[in-house]
C-alpha cells in the first residue's frame, strides 16, 4: 500500500465569510466585492471549482445569503489550500461576488495542474488476482 498522503500540511486560508447580522466585527463587506463587469467565463470557472471542494466540516445551523436571504448550506468545503462556506458559489453566481486575484489564479493553477496531471496504475493494478 503507498504511503498515506495528507495535503493538509499548514492552515488552511478561509475565504468567504462576510460581516452580517450575526457576526463579529472584523469581517469583509460582501457588497464590496460585487464586480458585475467580472469576465463570464472566469466566474464560471470559479463558482463550479467552489461547487466540487471537498467537504471539510458540517454545522447544524445553515447560513443565510447576505443579499437575498437564501438558504446557503451548512458545509465548508476546501482544496486542501482554502476553505469557504458552502454558499460562496451562490454569491459568485447570482450575485456577481469577484473573490480576490490571489484566489482566481489559484482556481486557474488547479485546471492547470490537472492537464498535467499523471497517473501511476502500477499499485491498484498488482492487486488484481493473478489467476486468470
Same mark, same amino acid.
Given at each position: @500500500? ?15 465569510? !462576510?460581516?452580517?447580522? #450575526?457576526?463579529?466585527?472584523?469581517w469583509p &463587506? ?7 463587469? !467580472?469576465?463570464?467565463q472566469e466566474?464560471? &470557472?470559479?463558482?463550479?471549482?467552489? @461547487? #466540487? ?6 454545522? @447544524? ?28 458559489? $451562490?454569491?459568485?453566481?447570482? #450575485? ?9 489564479? #489559484?482556481?486557474? $493553477?488547479?485546471? &492547470? ?9 502500477? !499499485? !491498484?493494478?498488482?492487486?488484481?488476482? &493473478?489467476?486468470?
Open positions: @500500500m503507498p504511503d498515506s498522503f495528507n495535503p493538509y500540511k499548514g492552515p488552511l486560508i478561509l475565504i468567504g465569510y !462576510w460581516d452580517g447580522p #450575526h457576526t463579529s466585527a472584523g &463587506d460582501v457588497r464590496d466585492f460585487v464586480d458585475e463587469q !467580472w469576465d463570464e466566474r464560471q &470557472d470559479v463558482g463550479s471549482y467552489l @461547487m #466540487h471542494g471537498l467537504v471539510a466540516r458540517a454545522f @447544524m445551523g445553515y447560513s443565510r445569503c447576505r443579499f437575498c436571504n437564501e438558504n446557503n448550506g451548512s458545509l465548508e468545503f476546501t482544496d486542501g489550500v482554502y476553505l469557504w462556506p458552502q454558499g460562496l458559489a $451562490h454569491y459568485v453566481f447570482e #450575485h456577481g461576488v469577484r473573490l480576490p486575484e490571489a484566489f482566481v489564479r #489559484h482556481v486557474d $493553477h488547479q485546471a &492547470d495542474l490537472e492537464l498535467e496531471l499523471t497517473v501511476d496504475d502500477t !499499485w !491498484w493494478r498488482g492487486a488484481a488476482p &493473478d489467476s486468470r
